[in-house]
């Protein structure tokens, strides 16, 4: 896989999906649990996704339950959570595996791309960012303590960077 665009995903209603619909936008990929301390970024992200999602940038939520069984909902509870808790409007998908053998394709390679600190690949926490220019490419692994207002200059320079 070179690029974001040649993954599929499930979406959170158990649908297949082609990330190349998002081709040309920028992308923060987030692995997300509803039960975390880190749970509040919802509404930061929401607010990255209302501000800029016209100037084609989209947040991809994938919910995660391998860190402290922090996300241990189905879908539909996933769903409802993030709609009336934090008014998500960002995509969200179904609950994948961010780690280990059954790490989805998506995070093997996202992490191959970017390593953590130290050189890392494993996905620490919930709450994980990854920001992917419009040419489909990793620009930025984030940690779970960076709060997605602080990756707002980073967001808009990739929003710039290839119009």
């Known amino acids: 896989m070179t690029n974001i665009y040649d993954f599929s995903v499930t979406d959170i209603r158990g649908h297949a999906r082609s990330l190349e619909a998002y081709r040309g936008q920028v992308l923060l990929v987030v692995n997300v649990a509803s039960k975390c301390g880190f749970t509040p970024q919802y509404a930061g992200l929401e607010e990255l996704q209302r501000e800029l999602g016209a100037d084609g940038f989209s947040v991809l939520g994938f919910p995660c339950d391998q860190f402290g069984h922090q996300e241990p909902g189905d879908e539909s509870q996933i769903q409802q959570f ?15 595996e961010v780690n280990g053998p059954n790490a989805h394709p998506l995070y093997r390679w996202l992490k191959g791309e970017k390593p953590g600190v130290l050189g890392t690949e494993a996905i620490k926490w919930n709450f994980t960012k990854f920001l992917v220019g419009r040419d489909g490419q990793v620009i930025k692994r984030y940690a779970p303590t960076d709060k997605p207002a602080s990756l707002r200059s980073d967001i808009l320079a990739a929003c710039k960077a290839a119009e």
């Open 82 to 96: 993030c709609s009336t808790q934090y008014g998500v409007t960002f995509p969200m998908h179904a609950k994948i």
